[in-house]
């Protein structure tokens, strides 16, 4: 049975992004730390709806117009605008080109079918940051304390170090998903490594791949990571291996504990790992179409998805208003199919 290292509030701040970039910044992707962000812009990402701020879409927050008719009742949804962030994402774009955001820990993944497939999470506007962040259900871990500490062995009011909400603007580039790897470090000792994708691939499963990707792994964690990692003794890292498979890029850091997806192992397993003291990491992969974790026909985070329209609709406006937009767009499109279908009619 695993056994888990405690985790104390301080352990958990040391897995933000804010606490980590500036140690591992030369073997990290390029990013940008906004904060402190405006007052209000937790309350936007906690509020019901899917709706950007106002002037986010390159529209000044002036242009932005109430259109309903007069005899419809006011809109009490809270109306939201960040000028000073927007110019904030714009400078950002300008420097990288495009950007992919997250917040302390979490990035909104599970709303990436928002953007074209080919680009996934690559935004160029505002708009497309607070898009992909409200539409993610992942993000709303980093929204509270309680949420963020929870299961913490200091959970004492009085014990609560200071947690700030932060916007990370990452640079954007097209990633190689059969390149990404999860690698899993107990007690000091790099015990395990898993393919973070769970497509097959064919090179994945050769055996003279597998064996340079467990070393070139080990060895550049050793040189690179296991020194100055001094947080926590058990960790767990995300990185993304360079085309000839000998370094790589971390990607993020993430506490050993229930709350990280063990994905190829069960924690279990890597618990009856460490008991043997291996000299080397252990490597899994997805070794057949056939394996249980293997999603190449299901798209990911499919129960996030909702019609794009509806987000086109949602541009500055409260719940209320959007709900009302929605309606009138069902309704005009049932009004629509009625008249083919009376075309059809007429035509047989």
Known sequence: MSVFPPLTRADVLAFQFSSWYPLFAALTVKSIIIRPLPADFRAYLDADGVFVPMGSDELPVEAVVDDQDDDQDEDDSPQYAFPD???????????????FPKLNFSSPKDASWLLP???????????????????????????????????????????????????VLRKWFAIDRSREMRCFVQNGVLIGISQRDTNYYDF????????????????????????????TASYIFDILLTRDLARFHVLDFNPYAPRTDALLYTYDELWDI???????????????????????????????????????????????????????????????????????????
């Not at 962030?85 to 950007?99: E, H, K, N, T």
């Not at 993000?139 to 304390?145: F, G, K, R, V």
């Not at 990571?225 to 947080?231: C, E, V």
């Not at 798209?299 to 996030?304: D, G, K, L, R, S």
């Open 274 to 348: 460490a008991r043997t003291s291996p000299s080397a990491p252990t490597l899994r992969v997805v070794d057949s179409p056939a394996h249980p974790a293997a999603t190449r026909n299901a798209p990911a985070h499919q129960h996030n998805m909702v019609p794009f329209e509806a987000f086109s609709l949602s541009s500055g406006r409260g719940i209320d208003d959007f709900r009302r937009a929605w309606e009138e767009e069902l309704s005009r499109g049932v009004a629509e199919d009625s008249d083919s279908d009376s075309a059809r009619e007429e035509a047989d």
């Open 204 to 231: 994945l499963n050769e055996p003279e791949m597998q064996q340079k990707v467990q070393e070139s792994i080990h060895k550049y964690w050793r040189d690179h990571i296991q020194a100055k990692w001094t947080a």
């Open 85 to 99: 962030l927007d110019a904030q994402i714009r400078a950002a774009v300008r420097q990288y080109g495009a950007v």
């Open 117 to 167: 497939s080919s680009s996934p999470l690559k935004c160029t506007t505002p708009a497309d940051v607070y898009l992909l962040l409200k539409s993610s259900d992942f993000i709303t871990h980093d929204l509270s304390a309680e949420s963020v500490f929870e299961g913490c062995v200091d959970a004492a009011p009085s014990d609560v170090p200071t947690y700030e909400l932060e916007l």
